[in-house]
């Protein structure tokens, strides 16, 4: 247990700063910008085009990529743990704690932005709003950690973790489209739980399920890449 505390304690003190309270600040007054401008256009579907696009298209992944960057400062994964380690700290260990306070992170991050642009894209009164509100919200923390958790398998290949930004670039193109192809990253199941087309006909109840077993299986990859 203290290994791991002295995981959440090091992702913490990276993530600690006012440009992160900045970045998101401005991120969630974009997001709530693009709901309001999204409801001018179109009001029957102003809620959908800002999570979709806006907020699980292109804030999520983004987002997810640079609190991992952050996390690990710059660096491999497993090399990022290796000051914890001349004091005597399981790498292993701590690395839980380190993907423990990345997916938290990411996951209140995430579900922050969903919020702003749904506040933005309904009026205060509309009934839609709270529905969409705990839809949004609770495919914003899976979604946020399973992406937190991807990028950190990613981050133990290459130089530096430069695995992470081949991640990135895969989950867009490849994650972008419905074949099977796109079945092992996160982009296309999180499309499927918005109402957009999924991935190999999977149902919602299997993007679900497909989410978790992403996040699970990078979360394994990354233990077993990274040494005690």
């Not at 005597?88 to 704690?97: F, K, M, Q, T, Y």
């Amino acid at each position: 247990m203290n290994g791991v505390r002295v995981g959440l304690a090091l992702a913490r003190e990276r993530l600690r700063g006012p440009t992160a309270l900045l970045v998101l600040f401005l991120s969630c007054a974009v997001a709530f910008a693009i709901g309001v401008l999204e409801r001018r256009i179109d009001p029957a579907s102003a809620a959908d085009a800002a999570l979709r696009f806006a907020v699980f298209g292109i804030a999520l992944p983004l987002f997810s990529y640079l609190v991992s960057e952050r996390v690990c400062a710059g660096m491999q994964l497993e090399r990022s743990l290796d000051i914890v380690a001349r004091h005597g700290a399981d790498r292993r260990v701590a690395l839980v704690g380190l993907l423990l306070t990345s997916s938290a992170c990411t996951a209140f991050a995430v579900a922050l932005l969903a919020i702003c642009a749904l506040l933005g894209a309904h009026p205060l009164h509309s009934a839609a709003l709270g529905t969409d509100l705990r839809a949004s919200i609770g495919i914003a923390l899976l979604a946020g950690s399973a992406y937190a958790l991807y990028f950190a398998a990613a981050a133990t290949l290459g130089t530096r973790g430069a695995g992470r930004k081949w991640a990135l670039i895969v989950d867009f193109v490849l994650g972008g489209g419905g074949s099977a192809l796109a079945a092992p990253w996160p982009r296309g199941h999180v499309r499927n739980l918005l109402g957009g087309e999924p991935v190999a006909d999977l149902s919602q109840a299997s993007a679900w399920a497909a989410l978790a077993a992403i996040a699970v299986v990078c979360a394994g990859v990354s233990l077993l890449r990274t040494r005690e």
